[in-house]
């Protein structure tokens, strides 16, 4: 069991995949290697929910088996069908795998299709009879390429055809790939979209509607910070599968160690997402990998708000002295102002927060380890969650959010805060 935050059971863990609630709930696949701390060929591990924060791991649900996905069975998403579960994911094979560690591949050579499997109770995957290839490796090198095209994001369209996005590159050139069906087997390439000013490759597109708006979060590789998530207004026409989209976004978070995030609706109808904290070593378990907590989009004023989901705000209602175990600090800063949290500073200077991580990082001098929002107009109010080894940092109901990976934290908080955990029955 875990609370607020999915971890790695062991070994490591990377995009999460399949989000969904399914039967009353939730199912949290994730990109697994389970025999070390380190990256190698993926499975999906499986965890479920009834609450978003106390879950359980169950066994693998993918490994490779196929020769299109010999070499990792890489991201994807799910949805419901006739009452049964369809997982939509890349499956990999290497041109040459790495002799000194066959778990990778030379170049960054291999080739990359579009699987199907399915479950009639969410829980048990035929990995040996259950598997088929529904869009093959790319061709048209026009239309995408052939290894670095991946992550289909699967939904129900208003005229009751199934739609995957996928993430693709041209020229150098980010893309999305728009496909559709009727029966999620069989599947037609309909458009692609792309823009100018995000990078080379686009990975974990999702695109999602929420309070009336249509909304692209994905992660563009070679943008500004190397490869960052990001969200961005659009607009889509399903008939066409033409999607227009803009050159402003946003960062998914502002911390920059988020990365690859999934959506789905929750059981109230809210559209979460969650994402993968990208940590430089290992937890104290010899595992590495864990998830954000569960965040609820919504857009105002032509602004992407990611807010703490209110079932686990909800939680937090026991005051406390002085922190211990997992905690959230509330604080409204002024400029000038600052609270220190176990060593991880929060501070507002020209009308921007910024976190200072340095004395929380170990000896990664090679990481970024000071980050600022854009400038608040007016206040600056927080919530912090601080779970062992990550910080998220909300501020003003979700306009932005900080968060970070850290280790060593100290049990101490300072300067003008209110300390709330769990209630006694979530600890």
Same mark, same amino acid.
């Given at each position: 069991m875990q609370t607020i935050h999915l971890k790695a059971p062991k070994g490591w863990i990377n995009d999460p995949n399949g989000f969904i609630y399914y039967n009353g709930e939730y199912h949290l696949f994730y990109q697994h290697f389970p025999y070390a701390p380190r990256w190698g060929r993926m499975h999906w591990g499986h965890a479920v929910s009834s609450d978003l924060m106390n879950w359980k791991h169950l066994?693998? $649900?993918?490994?490779?088996?196929?020769?299109?996905?010999?070499?990792?069975?890489? /991201?994807?998403?799910?949805?419901?069908?006739? +009452?049964e579960l369809h997982l939509l994911y890349t499956g990999v094979r290497y041109?040459?795998?790495?002799?000194?560690?066959?778990?990778?591949?030379?170049?960054?050579?291999?080739? @990359? $299709?579009?699987?199907?499997?399915?479950?009639?109770?969410?829980?048990?995957?035929?990995?040996?009879?259950?598997? @088929?290839t529904v869009i093959p490796p790319i061709s048209d090198p026009d239309i995408g390429d052939r290894n670095h095209t991946r992550d289909p994001k699967v939904w129900?369209?208003?005229?009751?055809?199934?739609?995957?996005?996928?993430?693709?590159?041209?020229n150098k050139a980010g893309r999305l790939l728009f496909y559709r069906s009727a029966d999620l087997l069989h599947w037609d390439y309909v458009n692609y979209a792309a823009a100018d000013g995000y990078g080379w490759m686009w990975e974990c597109p999702d695109y999602f509607k929420v309070d009336g708006r249509d909304v692209l979060v994905f /992660?563009?590789?070679?943008?500004? #910070?190397?490869?960052?998530?990001?969200?961005?207004?659009?607009?889509?026409?399903?008939?066409?599968?033409?999607?227009?989209? +803009? !050159? *402003? #976004?946003?960062?998914? *978070?502002?911390?920059?160690?988020? #990365? =690859?995030?999934? /959506?789905?609706?929750?059981? /109230?109808?809210?559209?979460?997402v969650v994402a993968w904290l990208r940590m430089p070593e290992p937890m104290d378990n010899n595992a590495i990998g864990m998830y954000s907590m569960p965040r609820v989009c919504e857009v105002k004023n032509d602004h992407i708000f990611f807010r703490p989901h209110p079932e686990i705000r909800a939680k937090f209602n026991k005051r406390i002295a002085s922190p211990a175990g997992i905690y959230m600090v509330k604080a409204s800063l002024s400029d000038g102002e600052a609270?220190?949290?176990? !060593?991880?500073?929060?501070?507002?200077?020209?009308?921007?927060?910024? =976190?200072?991580?340095?004395?929380?990082?170990?000896?990664?001098?090679?990481?970024?380890?000071?980050?600022?929002?854009? $400038?608040?107009?007016?206040?600056a109010d927080i919530e912090a969650y601080v779970d062992g080894n990550m910080i998220e940092v909300f501020l003003n109901g979700g306009e932005y959010v900080i968060t970070n990976a850290v280790y060593d934290l100290s049990d101490y908080v300072s300067g003008n805060v209110e300390l709330y955990t769990l209630s006694d029955a979530e600890e």
């Open positions: 066994d693998v $649900a993918l490994f490779p088996t196929k020769t299109d996905d010999c070499d990792g069975c890489f /991201s994807g998403s799910a949805i419901e069908k006739d +009452g041109d040459a795998p790495d002799p000194e560690n066959t778990n990778c591949c030379l170049n960054d050579k291999f080739t @990359a $299709a579009q699987l199907h499997i399915s479950s009639k109770d969410g829980f048990s995957f035929d990995n040996f009879g259950g598997k @088929a129900r369209g208003g005229d009751g055809n199934y739609y995957l996005v996928v993430g693709s590159t041209v /992660s563009p590789m070679g943008i500004e #910070y190397g490869n960052q998530a990001v969200c961005t207004l659009v607009d889509f026409d399903e008939r066409s599968c033409s999607m227009r989209i +803009g !050159g *402003d #976004y946003q960062f998914l *978070d502002y911390g920059l160690d988020l #990365y =690859a995030p999934q /959506s789905t609706i929750d059981k /109230s109808g809210r559209r979460i609270i220190n949290i176990g !060593g991880y500073v929060v501070k507002k200077e020209n009308g921007r927060v910024v =976190a200072d991580r340095s004395g929380v990082i170990r000896n990664h001098n090679e990481l970024r380890n000071s980050f600022e929002t854009p $400038a608040l107009n007016g206040a």
